[in-house]
Nanobody
Framework: VQLQASGGGLVQAGGSLGLSCAASGRTFSSYVMGWLRQAPGKEREFVAA????????NYADSVKGRFTISRDNAKNTVYLQMNSLKPEDTAVYYCAADLTSVVRRSVGAYDNWGQGTLVTVSS
């Protein structure tokens, strides 16, 4: 599975930003997709995940109610809409595929990673 993330940038606190990730190489609807992030000096952490059908989602507590993950299986694309952004959301955001049908929060569950896109939230 090849993944290409896009959409990062600089935004003020309280603002919104949307990320996209295009996938290729395998039947997109057959596996879970996730967004994970890594802030400077910190370990990579789970942000959100969505099942292959799109019916099940899971979010980290820190983003619940502010971020929304979605997918369009016809376009082989997963999205992350980020609202009410905070400076602590500043990180490199990665999309990743978990080649199973189980929505999991563990970073180690993800087998294939995109290149990452930087999101910077200014205060």
């Amino acid at each position: 599975v090849q993944l290409q993330a896009s959409g990062g940038g600089l935004v003020q606190a309280g603002g919104s930003l949307g990320l996209s990730c295009a996938a290729s190489g395998r039947t997109f609807s057959s596996y879970v997709m996730g967004w994970l992030r890594q802030a400077p000096g910190k370990e990579r952490e789970f942000v959100a995940a969505i099942s292959g059908s799109g019916r099940l989602t899971n979010y980290a507590d820190s983003v619940k109610g502010r971020f929304t993950i979605s997918r369009d299986n016809a376009k082989n694309t997963v999205y992350l809409q980020m609202n009410s952004l905070k400076p602590e959301d500043t990180a490199v955001y990665y999309c990743a595929a978990d080649l199973t049908s189980v929505v999991r929060r563990s970073v180690g569950a993800y087998d294939n990673w995109g290149q990452g896109t930087l999101v910077t939230v200014s205060s």
